[in-house]
C-alpha cells in the first residue's frame, strides 16, 4: 500500500504561498508565457515534500481547465505550479468576463489495489469519496473523485475507466494496476484578472 501523509497538512502561511503561486502560473499559462519555476529551497518542508495535486479552474461553476498528477514525482509546491500552468495552457475554450476560479487540491490517501477483475475493483472503491487511475501497459487514465455524480454506481465508473485506459472491461489485464485517492482542497480563490504576473522576488 503507498499512502500520501495525511499529517503533513499546510498551514496558513503554506496555504497563501500556494494560492499566489498558482495564481501567477495560470496567469502565465493564459498568455502563453514561461511557466514560473518555484526555488524549491526557499519553502517550508510541507511544501518541499514529494505530494501529488489536481488544480482546477471554473468559470460560471463550469471546469474550463484541469491538470493533475496522482503519484508524486516532485516537490509539492512545483507540482501545483507545473498543474496550474498546463491547466490554463491548455485551456480550450474562450473565456467570458467572468470570474475564473483556481482551485487546487491535494492527492491523500494513495492506495494500490490488489484486484484481477473489473468486480474486484468495483468491490474496493467507494462512491463519492475515491479517484482512480488505472494503467497498463501501453496505456493509462484516471477519473477524479468529483466525477462522481455521472456515474450511477461504481460498475459504471470502472467500466468507464477501463474504456478510457483503452481496455475492455470483460477482458481483465494481467498488467492492469489500479490506485484509488482523494483529493482534499487546500486553497481556493478568484484570479485577480489575467493580468502576467512574474515574481517580484525569488520564489
Known amino acids: 500500500m503507498l499512502t500520501a501523509s495525511n499529517d503533513a497538512r499546510l498551514n496558513a502561511d503554506d496555504q ?4 499566489e503561486l498558482a495564481q501567477r502560473s495560470v496567469a ?3 498568455s502563453s508565457e514561461p511557466p514560473l519555476e518555484p526555488i524549491v529551497e526557499y ?14 479552474l471554473r468559470q460560471n461553476g463550469e471546469i474550463v ?11 509539492l509546491i512545483s507540482d501545483i505550479c507545473h498543474n496550474a500552468y498546463v491547466a490554463a ?4 475554450q474562450v473565456l467570458s468576463s467572468a470570474p475564473l476560479m483556481v482551485e487546487v487540491c491535494v492527492v491523500n490517501g494513495l492506495e494500490h489495489l490488489k484486484c484481477k477483475s473489473l468486480d474486484e475493483v468495483c468491490g474496493q472503491i467507494v462512491r463519492g469519496e475515491h479517484g482512480a487511475l488505472l494503467r497498463h501497459t501501453h496505456g493509462a487514465a484516471t477519473i ?4 462522481w455524480d455521472h456515474f ?7 467500466r468507464q475507466l477501463c474504456e478510457r485506459a483503452g481496455i475492455c472491461p470483460e477482458q481483465w489485464r494481467d498488467d492492469a ?3 484509488v485517492y482523494r483529493m482534499d482542497p487546500i486553497a481556493n480563490a478568484e484570479l485577480a484578472r489575467y493580468q502576467t504576473w512574474r515574481p517580484d522576488k525569488p520564489r
Not at 497563501?16 to 494560492?19: E, G, I, R, T, Y
Not at 495552457?89 to 480550450?92: S, T
Open 28 to 30: 502565465l499559462g493564459l
Open 65 to 75: 481547465g484541469r491538470a493533475g498528477t496522482v503519484e508524486p514525482t516532485t516537490a
Open 89 to 92: 495552457y491548455n485551456c480550450n
Open 16 to 19: 497563501a504561498v500556494v494560492l
Open 152 to 158: 450511477s454506481d461504481s460498475t459504471e465508473f470502472t
Open 144 to 147: 477524479t473523485p468529483d466525477s
Open 43 to 56: 519553502h517550508s518542508p510541507n511544501l518541499r515534500r514529494w505530494r501529488s495535486s489536481f488544480v482546477t
Open 177 to 179: 494496476h489500479v490506485l
